[in-house]
């Protein structure tokens, strides 16, 4: 759906719904020599539905605001069995997909305006959530990904040929402490944790 709500809005959302038979996805495999090993593994029966929304407000001029969310619910169905990252064997029906969070949502800022006949400047900012999931089969505590939010925030000033741009950017601006991925590997347990705080400045020009 896409709805011209007023002449400063515009409203967008689908929904889906995707029932799977066969699908692939990483699983545990247990080998006779190196132990717990990843591969592909077979769900006979699976299903995800779910929404997603965006806005695009233009309350007063310069100012724009685009929030969107999403929702992902998605289910092992029928009979499937494989093992945890910790190498215990058992039926996974009724469980989520490994990092798949139910919720996840963002929200950007900016506003624009004249300082001169040639040249603007712009403040804007960003807020994302994601949901907490899980790494692996099995809800394992260890491979539990925690929900997190991260905020952003840019300032610069611009031509209004496009082709100058110059700005100071700051990102997970609260040193946000999060991880991207949780796993076994072989005998260890591995996280991949996002960046923390960042800042710098840009400068950036266009030939064409």
Request: aromatic share 18%.
């Amino acid at each position: 759906m896409k709805s011209r709500v007023s002449r400063n809005l515009q409203f967008n959302a689908s929904a889906f719904y995707y029932d799977y038979t066969n699908k692939q996805i990483n699983g545990i495999y247990i080998d006779p020599v190196f132990g717990r090993l990843t591969k592909l593994v077979t769900i006979p029966d699976s299903r995800v539905y779910g929404f997603e929304a965006t806005l695009d407000w233009r309350p007063i001029p310069g100012l724009t605001i685009n929030p969107s969310v999403s929702y992902v619910n998605s289910r092992i169905e029928g009979t499937f069995s494989n093992y945890t990252p910790t190498g215990v064997f058992k039926s996974f029906v009724g469980e989520p997909f490994p990092y798949s969070p139910e919720w996840q949502a963002n929200s950007n800022i900016e506003y624009k305006w004249n300082v001169s006949s040639d040249w603007s400047a712009f403040l804007g900012g960003n807020v994302s959530y994601h949901g907490k999931t899980n790494g692996a089969f099995g809800q394992v505590a260890a491979y539990a990904i925690k929900d997190y939010t991260l905020v952003d925030m840019r300032a610069g000033v611009e031509s209004d040929s496009g082709r100058y741009r110059l700005f100071a950017w700051g990102t997970n601006l609260f040193n946000e402490y999060y991880w991207l991925t949780a796993a076994r590997n072989f005998d260890s347990d591995a996280r991949n944790m996002g960046q923390p705080a960042r800042y710098g400045v840009t400068f950036s020009y266009r030939f064409n």
